[in-house]
């Protein structure tokens, strides 16, 4: 299988990166396949991921989601479900041998056409999915990613072949070891699901007083059930979330948008600016200003 790997990372660095490798996040002409290169080891970043499958091609990765840690290498796959904040560090990496990967985003629509169309086990319901986990890739995945790849070569075939060998890589991971996990969060009628439906509520009301007690009770939970479910799911608890997503949007807002950071601390809902820049340097090591000048610089 490590044959597999070395095809699928040298099909990137000569056909879609070629030989100028810079450190970045690449945006392929497949809708939501995504490659990832780090030339140098990194301090630990901070970042918001989306619900994604990731293949590590070369190198080594960290990655940090409350308490829990994951570290995962080449020919390892990281699966995160949900919407996690979460800290990551690059292990192994070098201008000779940068860290790569090919990330694909989840399609919910696509997971949950297909727990409809598959037959599971039967799960528990009182069962809490984990938001992410970290495999061995088995030969069936390697050959859809390298099939996935393949197609950058040909972007005539990319809009009928691309979303087939996508929906494949949904399948085999519902069938794999940790599918319970995908399948969970996309069944209805599952706690998972409704923790979900929690994340998105409160990323749609990121600006409105927060209540647990208010969001239990629309998703028919006790709080104390609700709270317990949200943090087996996701490392932390509601309210730890709800203001990691408030940060994460603030420095999104100073970053791309140009807000300072008054207006970014009352757009995601603080009402003190002196605990939004305590709690922002808590979490990214430096005030706003500071911060953003840093990345803006690539430092």
């Known amino acids: 299988m490590s044959a597999v790997v070395r095809t699928i ?17 690449y945006q392929t002409d497949i809708e939501g396949v995504t490659l990832y290169c780090r030339q140098k080891t990194q301090k630990v970043e901070n ?19 409350g308490s829990e840690i994951f570290e995962y290498s080449k020919g390892d796959i990281m699966v995160m479900g949900v919407d996690l904040p979460a800290s990551s560090t690059i292990l192994e990496a070098s201008v000779e041998q940068p860290y790569l990967s090919v990330g694909v985003e989840i399609d919910s629509s696509v997971l949950v056409n297909l727990v409809q169309e ?17 495999q061995k890739s088995d030969f ?42 995908l399948s969970l969060f996309h069944t209805v009628g599952y706690k998972s699901s409704q923790v ?10 990121l600006k409105k007083p927060f209540s647990v007690d208010e969001i239990a009770q629309q998703l028919n939970m006790a709080s104390s059930t609700f709270h317990r479910h949200f943090k087996q799911a ?10 990691q997503l408030r940060l994460h949007e603030a ?36 005030p706003p200003h500071k911060d953003i000048t840093k990345l803006k610089n690539n430092v």
């Open 196 to 205: 979900v439906r929690a994340i998105s509520m409160i990323r749609d009301h």
């Open 234 to 243: 996701t490392n932390m608890s509601p309210l730890q979330y709800l203001k």
């Open 9 to 25: 990372r040298n099909l990137v660095l000569e056909g879609f990166l070629n030989t100028d490798v810079k450190s970045g996040d």
């Open 251 to 286: 420095q999104k807002l100073m970053l791309t948008e140009g807000f300072n950071s008054g207006r970014a601390c009352a757009a995601v809902g603080y009402e003190s600016i002196s605990q939004f820049n305590r709690e922002y340097k808590r979490l990214f090591g430096d």
């Open 47 to 65: 970042c918001f991921y989306k619900p994604s499958i990731i293949l590590v091609l070369q190198g080594a990765k960290r990655t940090q989601v």
């Open 118 to 134: 598959t037959t599971f086990p039967n799960f528990d319901l009182s069962r809490t999915a984990k938001g992410l986990f970290v």
């Open 140 to 181: 069936d995945l390697l050959d859809a990613f390298l099939r996935l790849i393949k197609l950058l070569k040909y972007p005539e075939r990319i809009g009928v072949l691309g979303p087939m060998v996508i929906r494949e890589i949904h399948y085999l991971l519902l069938i794999g070891p940790n599918g319970d996990n």
